[in-house]
């Protein structure tokens, strides 16, 4: 009797920090009135869906206004860099780890949408994070990868044509980190100001 008492008060506690640790709003974007997911995880607030505000040097996959309503806009480097709305930014690679590490084994799987992806490439969206595969955009206007990869911009350079980050595959659960071109289009996903 006293181990069910136990294990009650382990499963209320389990569940009262991760609903602490996680939690869902909502956030309006004054400059275009779109409404946007948003999701805490851990200290960090993020948007819960790729970003889709129109600007320079930004892209709806295929130019397809339909592409731009389920996955948002690819940019450029430097569009990404000033595309989140006052209050906003966009991730430094540092906070793509934090959210990482919080996040922790099989992370892609964790994080990536529960629909969407090519093949058995679905994750559980296990944090509301409901990461989704744009695909990208290349410098001569062709596209690629939708359905099969999702590529999002950090803040993070490498040099001055190359800026690192974040990426993950149908294929696996990891959250792969390289660096692309910046002159590339890939999804943006903005996080809140501290």
């Known amino acids: ?47 819960a869906e790729n970003l889709n505000f129109n600007t320079s040097k930004s892209w709806c996959y295929e130019n397809r206004k339909r592409n731009c309503k389920i996955y948002g806009r690819l940019y450029t480097y430097d569009a990404a860099m000033s595309a989140c709305p006052t209050g906003w930014h966009l991730p430094s690679d540092s906070d793509w780890t934090a959210l990482i590490i919080y996040v922790g084994s099989d992370v892609g799987t964790k994080l990536k949408s529960a629909s969407g992806w090519n093949e058995t490439g679905n994750g559980t969206d296990t944090y509301g994070f409901t990461a ?13 990868s939708l ?16 800026s690192w980050l974040r990426y993950m595959n149908f294929n696996n659960g990891i959250v792969e980190y390289y660096y692309f071109r910046k002159n590339l289009g890939f999804s943006v996903r903005c996080i809140k100001d501290l």
Not at 6 to 11: I, Q, R
Not at 26 to 39: G, Q, V
Not at 132 to 144: H, K, V
């Open 1 to 47: 009797m006293k181990i069910k008492a136990l294990l009650c008060v382990v499963a209320i506690l389990f569940i009262a920090i991760y609903a602490v640790a996680q939690e869902a709003g909502t956030f309006s974007d004054l400059r275009n009135k779109k409404d946007y997911k948003t999701i805490k995880i851990g200290n960090q607030t993020w948007m």
């Open 132 to 144: 989704l595969p744009g695909g990208s955009r290349f410098s001569n206007g062709t596209f690629g």
């Open 147 to 162: 359905g099969g990869h999702g590529y999002f911009w950090s803040s993070t350079q490498l040099d001055g044509d190359n």
